[in-house]
């Protein structure tokens, strides 16, 4: 098992930055394919992205292409979402999740964080 803590979400203008940080517990965080998705009110978690267990493999969602990049840093345990030129429907609750399994599709995380929340006002 592995137990994830998200950090870094706050309110921002749209254009800005944010960067979320996910820490794992455990000492086999190198096993797990890790990803983010996000939550807006009134709307299903959909996917944002994923990393591979080495990192060498990135995957994301078309709405954030070229604006976000995931990264994971395995000797800390931890997987970030850099986000910039935010924009006001980039709101919502942002999660990370991790899976033993494939990275992509996303269909079979299965461990997930509370969630930090994410306000990009226009």
């Known amino acids: 098992q592995v137990q994830l803590v998200e950090s870094g979400g706050g309110l921002v203008q749209a254009g800005g930055s944010l960067r979320l940080s996910c820490a794992a517990s455990g000492r086999t965080f190198s096993r797990y394919s890790m990803a983010w998705f996000r939550q807006a009110p009134g709307k299903e978690r959909g996917f944002v992205a994923a990393i591979s267990k080495s990192g060498g493999n990135t995957y994301y969602a078309d709405s954030v292409k070229g604006r976000f990049t995931i990264s994971r840093d395995n000797a800390k345990n931890t997987v970030y979402l850099q986000m910039a030129s935010l924009k006001p429907e980039d709101s919502g609750v942002y999660s990370c999740?991790?899976?033993?399994?494939?990275?992509?599709?996303?269909?079979?995380?299965?461990?997930w964080g509370q969630g930090t929340q994410v306000t990009v006002s226009s």
């Open positions: 999740s991790a899976t033993p399994g494939a990275t992509y599709p996303a269909n079979d995380y299965t461990y």
